[in-house]
């Protein structure tokens, strides 16, 4: 199914449903991202890319949303747990992730940098709607950013 709409939200990182720095759910059509408060906007909007591609990927895959989040509780304590061998979505988020380095170069940082953002999630910064659009135009500002990205 794609999502009628995809919504991304920066939210206090106390305010994740766990420690995490991205989560994404659907509401029947409707895909839903939450992006922890980062100190650099471009590392939000990499993350937030790389949920989208993630959840996109697990639904073309037939991965539900409860394997995401039970694999995902179930290993906490991991750094990064859709990395870790056995992962029921472990290509989707791979992909993803390689998604999210081409993201982070393409806005001017560098995954160094942006790695050492994603390790300090603030609770300080206003909250709120970073983007809601409906499938195509989200699509189309994910294919402008990428472009003349190296393959």
Known sequence: MLPS???IL???HDD???DTIGDWQWEGSHLIVRVSNLLDFRSEVAIA???VVEALLC???GISEQQVDEWDLEHEDADDPGSLPGCPYYNEHALATIVERLVVGRLGSDWLRHDEIVAYPRNDRGAGTMLSLPLTP???L???LLKGAPS
Do not use: D, G, S
């Open 142 to 144: 994910l294919q402008k």
């Open 16 to 18: 994740q449903r766990y």
């Open 5 to 7: 709409r995809i919504t």
């Open 49 to 51: 890319i790389h949920e």
């Open 59 to 61: 639904e073309a895959n």
């Open 138 to 140: 989200a699509l189309a």
């Open 10 to 12: 920066r939210v206090a």
